[in-house]
């Protein structure tokens, strides 16, 4: 599932910006069809623009029924009563999106034989201190066994002891998730730290749910600002 919002509140209409000649939902969709690891892929979207860029392009699309805050509430309502387990979520800004992550990410519920995973996610090792700083690049902490404690858009942990070599990981916003933790994540109300750091995933962490983390090496280009789009391009070409 592809959740598609064509208003974004940084740079609205970036969905539908041209990406190498096609706009980057177009893009992105091609690039997770393109894996050949999912039974179907459909972008999500409240926009007729988005839906008929897909459809047009002979691919598969949902309208939304409701207005919703984040992905996740979109994604649960198309998937509510669908007969699947395992539903991946790959953001439309993410164009680069990669074959290897996203198999990282379903291997995980595949060795999970006992079901104790409500949802795993991606993440990158970063070491440049703007990154590190910066309140748009979400940063994760975890367990010792890389189940994630909090997120955050500021640095965590806080580096008190300098001496000591704490690793920062960004988090992607890439999942996957059982249906049953998608569907409780739609019927549960936001609390106080989604509501804070604007960072859905929290929602789960405050309602008990855990989240596997997996490290990836491919950071690829999420494209929320102008700035972005441009380094998209360059890449791109």
């Given at each position: 599932?592809?959740?598609?919002?064509?208003?974004?509140?940084?740079?609205?209409?970036?969905?539908?910006?041209?990406?190498?000649g096609?706009?980057?939902i177009?893009?992105?969709?091609?690039?997770?069809?393109?894996?050949?690891?999912?039974?179907?892929?459909?972008?999500?979207?409240?926009?007729?623009?988005?839906?008929?860029e897909?459809?047009?392009?002979g691919?598969?699309?949902?309208?939304?029924?409701?207005?919703?805050?984040?992905g996740?509430d979109?994604i649960?309502?198309?998937?509510e009563?669908?007969?699947?387990?395992?539903?991946?979520?790959?953001?439309?800004?993410?164009?680069f999106?990669?074959?290897?992550?996203?198999?990282?990410?379903?291997?995980v519920?595949?060795?999970?034989?006992?079901?104790?995973?409500?949802?795993?996610?991606?993440?990158?090792?970063?070491?440049d201190?703007?990154?590190?700083?910066?309140?748009?690049?979400?940063k994760?902490?975890l367990?010792?066994?890389?189940?994630?404690?909090?997120?955050s858009?500021?640095?965590?942990?806080?580096?008190?002891?300098?001496?000591?070599?704490?690793?920062?990981?960004?988090?992607?916003?890439?999942?996957?998730?059982?249906?049953?933790?998608i569907?409780?994540?739609?019927?549960?109300?936001?609390?106080?730290?989604?509501?804070?750091?604007?960072?859905?995933?929290?929602?789960?962490?405050?309602?008990?749910?855990?989240?596997k983390?997996v490290?990836?090496?491919?950071?690829?280009?999420?494209?929320?600002t102008?700035?972005?789009?441009?380094?998209?391009?360059?890449?791109?070409?």
């Open positions: 599932m592809i959740p598609a919002r064509y208003s974004a509140s940084r740079f609205p209409g970036k969905l539908m910006q041209d990406l190498g096609k706009p980057v177009l893009r992105t969709y091609e690039a997770t069809v393109a894996t050949n690891l999912f039974d179907a892929v459909f972008v999500v979207t409240d926009s007729e623009i988005i839906y008929n897909i459809v047009n392009n691919g598969q699309a949902i309208m939304s029924k409701k207005e919703h805050e984040c996740s979109r649960a309502e198309a998937v009563h669908m007969d699947i387990d395992i539903v991946i979520n790959v953001q439309g800004d993410e164009p999106t990669d074959k290897e992550s996203l198999s990282k990410l379903i291997n519920f595949k060795d999970d034989h006992d079901k104790s995973i409500d949802l795993a996610s991606l993440m990158v090792h970063i070491t201190e703007d990154d590190i700083k910066n309140p748009n690049t979400v994760v902490v367990d010792h066994f890389d189940f994630a404690l909090y997120f858009r500021s640095p965590i942990p806080y580096p008190r002891d300098k001496s000591v070599n704490v690793k920062y990981y960004k988090h992607k916003g890439v999942y996957a998730f059982r249906k049953e933790a569907l409780d994540f739609y019927r549960l109300p936001m609390l106080t730290l989604e509501a804070s750091e604007k960072l859905e995933q929290l929602r789960y962490l405050e309602y008990g749910k855990r989240i983390m490290e990836t090496d491919v950071e690829g280009v999420e494209i929320d102008p700035e972005d789009l441009e380094r998209a391009k360059k890449i791109w070409k």
